[in-house]
């Protein structure tokens, strides 16, 4: 509100104003300390990382519009089904693949049966979604099933039959009463995400819901997995805190050194780095496109997975805004970073909202070792400038 006023009076001053006007409304703006000048230098500090921390949410979450079964990129994935029925299950389900995943991606679409394990174990009682998968009983009964192609049009495959095996065809209600199962489905084949589309009781029996759980296969302390609820928690130590003193940060920038390839890229594609809030998850910059920056160089600067350039380059103006008005400042400037959804920047560079590739996720993993503690990374800032009042 206070910006508009003050673009307002800016307006009402311009429409009406003599020659000597525009220097009244600058003496004002000076007497309200208000920084008419935003200079295009920087000052530039040195950072160093005090310490790494992944955290993790392995938590079963209900499946939307979409499943991932397998693993690739040391995350693997998992299918759970909440079956209740009053009748012996049939004896084959189906899992569709995502149509619209495969069609961007024609070279991921899966082209032969694949092996598996399926799980079950009886409910007592339906628990209700918040309580459900907290697996109180491991799991007793298992098999080894094959995921057979369904073939679709021009040889793709448009789903996978699962012949269920005599074990679990075999449970029936008890006295009529309601059969209540926990199943759950693990691909055998490593380095293989299959999209699954959302199941319903047309593709298996009985089902009430479909949930998915994603885990950490490999011991990466520097790892990021993008597709994932997973961040790294980032405590950065600034070498010169006193250059912030009684200024106003009008833009700050971090740069960190950047591992050139594309090794853990599942899709081939580029994936930003988003900035949150530390400890609260709260996304708290603004996502800056800087279509000059593409133009010139071919690449945005908060992606990795890109052969050019050698440095990150994350926009942190409203972090730095609140370290800075702490009082004293922090010992550590603490971001938390993940990894978002993939972008074809040589398509569209600039507006990357309502594209495919907002809403389906690269299963990648980033190694950010570049940055482990003891090495410095570069803090731009970009001051207010009073008229040399700071």
Request: with cysteine; hydrophobic share 40%.
């Amino acid at each position: 509100m206070f910006r508009f006023l003050i673009l307002l009076l800016c307006a009402l001053f311009a429409a009406c104003s003599s020659t000597d006007e525009p220097v009244a409304l600058k003496q004002w703006f000076d007497d309200q300390n208000i920084a008419t000048f935003y200079g295009k230098q920087y000052e530039e500090v040195d950072v160093s990382v005090k310490s790494l921390a992944r955290g993790f949410n392995n938590s079963a979450y209900l499946i939307g519009h979409y499943a991932a079964l397998g693993d690739a990129n040391g995350a693997e994935h998992v299918i759970y089904f909440g079956l209740e029925t009053l009748k012996a299950l049939s004896d084959s389900w189906q899992l569709r693949v995502d149509s619209v995943f495969y069609a961007n991606f024609p070279s991921k679409r899966p082209d032969k049966d694949l092996d598996a394990t399926i799980y079950w174990l009886k409910e007592s009682r339906f628990e209700h979604d918040s309580l459900w998968l907290k697996f109180p009983v491991p799991f007793t009964n298992h098999a080894k099933i094959t995921l057979e192609q369904q073939p679709g049009g021009s040889g793709t495959t448009n789903a996978f039959k699962i012949t269920l095996p005599e074990e679990l065809r075999a449970i029936e209600p008890p006295n009529g009463d309601t059969l209540r199962l926990l199943v759950g489905i693990r691909l055998h084949e490593s380095g293989t995400v299959l999209r699954i589309a959302k199941p319903d009781t047309s593709d298996v029996s009985g089902l009430l819901r479909a949930a998915q759980i994603t885990n950490i296969l490999e011991n990466c302390e520097h790892c990021l997995h993008a597709g994932i609820r997973e961040s790294l928690l980032v405590s950065f130590e600034i070498s010169d805190k006193k250059i912030m003193e009684g200024r106003t940060v009008v833009f700050a920038e971090l740069l960190l050194p950047k591992e050139n390839g594309t090794e853990g890229s599942e899709l081939g594609l580029p994936v930003p780095i988003w900035v949150y809030a530390h400890n609260n998850g709260v996304f708290i910059e603004n996502y800056r496109i800087d279509s000059a920056y593409v133009k010139e160089h071919g690449y945005h600067p908060n992606f990795i997975f890109r052969e050019k350039g050698d440095e990150i380059k994350l926009q942190v103006t409203n972090s730095l805004r609140n370290y800075a008005s702490a009082n004293p400042l922090p010992s550590t400037f603490d971001l938390s970073l993940q990894l978002g959804f993939p972008r074809d920047i040589t398509q569209d560079p600039f507006l990357f909202s309502g594209t495919f590739y907002n809403t389906m996720p690269a299963y990648a993993r980033y190694n950010f070792s570049a940055i482990k503690e003891g090495e410095t990374a570069k803090l731009r800032l970009w001051f207010a400038d009073y008229d040399n009042k700071k």
